[in-house]
């Protein structure tokens, strides 16, 4: 089965995760994928496999045993932001820079997603306008497929031992969650799991999640002067504390904000969901502190409100741990050399499961898939990015 043709099939699948859930994986269309993606592996010859009870799917290819081990890691999930599957994409060949009609109602045009003039003369993979196509991540699974079919049918071409895994709830930030280094038996690994085909990310933010919870005081506004305490107002007031500038819509690149993700309560108790986030360690650690001492402040001005924060660490900026493990970066840098293409480092604003993996000693830097416009209906894949993908990761096997 062919690049394209493989991509196809398995975007119909649809195994969007979910964030309300208890279960691992969240949905029962990812464990229904998951035995699909196994089925399909065995049948291209794939004799080391496994389906763990988590529905993470493991595997490897020997190879030259003096080479490192080479992890490669796609996710199975979609995300929940737009339901995927059930429906037949639609192939762009030789695309010509015009706008792309997605249905009657939506469509791609380069003069809003100016990325599309990165694709002239390329084929694409575009979505029928009502759902997202899901190249997050099975554009990352095809072309591990990919991988995996040419060096099971070419045993006469040297490579580096080759491991891989499929894994659940990427997208609701679970990806990582039952992964097991010890399962994965790799030196070093690659989430293919990225935008453009050549960028490559190992640095990331530090993430920490607060909650901030405001206990108030009840009473009829009919007779409310000196007692009623109106926590929604004073959830307010705490949140105007906060820098005005230190948020997403105002920051790019390095710079850290204090996200307010959700707000929810009454006059007696009220609830902010904020996400933290910065590339430097020290200041994300800072604006956590940040949080603290602003409950303090309104616990000062309102002694009979109770201002409860609690926070915790989401996941660390890969960064600090490549900085002394630099064998996985040092490796793309010659593959990339070899295959004739320049790489692009460039941060993550946001998290990945390679940062979590890395942490567990696994090095995990991610690289592109050739996806863009991910988690709606504007997505659209590269094909002939994916073919450069699977083009580097061979020079990174055989290098």
Do not use: W
Not at 40 to 51: A, F, N, Y
Not at 252 to 258: K, L, R, T, V
């Amino acid at each position: 089965m062919n690049l394209i043709n493989r991509f196809i099939k398995y975007v119909q699948y649809e195994t969007t995760s979910d964030e309300n859930s208890a279960s691992y994986p969240s949905s029962l269309s990812q464990k229904e994928f998951a035995k699909v993606l196994f089925n399909d592996l065995k049948e291209l010859g794939v004799k080391d496999l496994t389906l763990d009870e988590y529905s993470l799917i493991y595997g490897g290819i020997e190879g030259d045993s003096s080479l490192p081990t080479i992890g490669l890691i796609a996710h199975m999930d979609t995300s929940p932001e737009l339901q995927g599957g059930n429906f037949i994409p639609k192939i762009i060949e030789n695309y010509d820079g015009g706008i792309i009609e997605l249905n009657k109602t939506y469509r791609l045009d380069p003069q809003e997603f100016t990325n599309l003039k990165d694709h002239l003369n390329q084929t694409l993979i575009v979505t029928d306008g009502e759902h997202l196509l899901g190249g997050d991540d099975k554009a990352g699974i095809a072309i591990i497929f990919e991988i995996i079919e040419y060096y099971l049918s070419h045993l006469e071409i040297k490579h580096a031992p080759i491991r891989f895994c499929f894994t659940p709830d990427e997208e609701i930030g679970n990806g990582a969650s039952h992964f097991s280094i010890h399962k994965m038996k790799a030196d070093i690994a690659y989430t293919i799991d990225g935008g453009r085909y050549n960028e490559v990310n190992y640095e990331n933010f530090n993430a920490y999640s607060v909650s901030v919870k405001v206990l108030g005081r009840s009473v009829h506004p009919g007779s409310a002067k000196n007692l009623l305490l109106n926590a929604i107002t004073i959830a307010m007031e705490y949140h105007d504390l906060l820098p005005k500038d230190m948020v997403p819509e105002k920051t790019e690149g390095y710079e850290g904000f204090n996200h307010l993700c959700d707000i929810k309560g009454s006059v007696e108790e009220c609830e902010m969901s904020y996400i933290v986030r910065n590339h430097d360690l020290n200041q994300a650690k800072k604006q956590v502190q940040m949080f603290l001492t602003n409950a303090s402040i309104i616990q000062e001005k309102y002694p009979r409100v109770n201002v409860i924060v609690t926070y915790k660490e989401s996941y660390r900026n890969m960064y600090d741990y490549f900085k002394d493990h630099p064998l996985a970066i040092d490796k793309l840098k010659i593959a990339f050399e070899k295959a004739k293409e320049e790489i692009v480092f460039n941060p993550i604003r946001g998290g990945t499961d390679g940062a979590h993996i890395t942490f567990m000693g696994l090095p995990c830097p991610n690289l592109g898939t050739g996806d863009y416009n991910c988690h709606g209906r504007y997505e659209y894949v590269s094909v002939d990015e994916m073919k450069k993908v699977v083009k580097i990761l061979k020079a990174l096997l055989e290098a």
